[in-house]
């Protein structure tokens, strides 16, 4: 068990290109959870996964943002058109059988948009 | 809906002193509660979580949090605070055992 993996930990990209993240779960973890944090501030939720199904997804989340997790397994969140305002760090976590487990964080990917 | 706010953004105590981090939570239904701690550029490290077994928890790195129902309250404490204890701690819910939903934080400081 080599705990929750993110790619890749930082990212510099323009305003206005494509970004995509990975996150690799604990292997037997069927809950994934994305989430993003700005400096200062707490984790925000933004969506998460039951197996292949995502289940729930934030209000915060524009439609530039997608996420998929295609076999339960891995799982990715892509960002179209970034934005400035999309600068923050990217944290993933998974879980198994519910938050009452409690999550496992992976060390986050920090995406700067220049 | 759901929340929780954590008193004070920052607290500062000397080594060897009690730590005490504050929070609170708002539920309409019996919450997970958890406590997590931050090192800088890393992710979350779970400290202890409560379940709605006993109401005092204890966790990693001798620190423990008590779960008072009558006050919505879920504190962090310690009664020895080491220099590696610094970092940034952030309390959180999950009302239905979903998502968690975090407070804003407390970073700690811890003085020589």
């Known amino acids: 068990d080599t705990g929750v993996s993110q790619n890749p930990r930082h990212k510099i990209t323009k305003r206005g290109q494509n970004v995509t993240f990975r996150c690799d779960p604990i292997s037997e973890h069927n809950r994934l959870y994305w989430y993003r944090q700005t400096l200062g501030q707490g984790p925000e939720f933004l969506t998460y996964?039951?197996?292949?199904?995502?289940?729930?997804k934030s209000r915060l989340l524009s439609d530039r943002f997608s996420a998929e997790r295609p076999k339960g397994s891995f799982s990715t969140l892509e960002i179209q058109r970034t934005e400035q305002g999309d600068s923050a760090m990217y944290l993933c976590a998974s879980s198994d059988q519910g938050a009452g487990y409690g999550y496992t964080f992976g060390s986050g990917t920090r995406l700067t948009v220049v | 809906a759901q929340s929780v706010t954590q008193l004070g953004s920052h607290v500062s105590v000397s080594e060897g002193a009690l730590v005490l981090l504050r929070c609170n939570y708002s539920s309409s239904v019996p919450p997970y509660l958890f406590w997590y701690v931050q090192y800088p550029n890393q992710g979350l490290q779970l400290l202890l979580k409560?379940?709605?077994?006993?109401?005092l928890v204890k966790g990693i790195n001798g620190f423990e949090a008590e779960f008072k129902k009558s006050e919505t309250s879920f504190h962090l404490t310690k009664p020895s605070a080491h220099m590696s204890d610094a970092a940034e701690y952030f309390c959180?819910?999950?009302?239905?055992?979903?998502?968690?939903?975090f407070g804003q934080g407390t970073e700690l400081s811890v003085k020589p």
């Open positions: 996964f039951q197996n292949e199904a995502q289940l729930e």
């Open positions: 409560y379940t709605s077994a006993a109401t």
């Open positions: 959180a819910v999950s009302p239905s055992g979903g998502k968690l939903i």
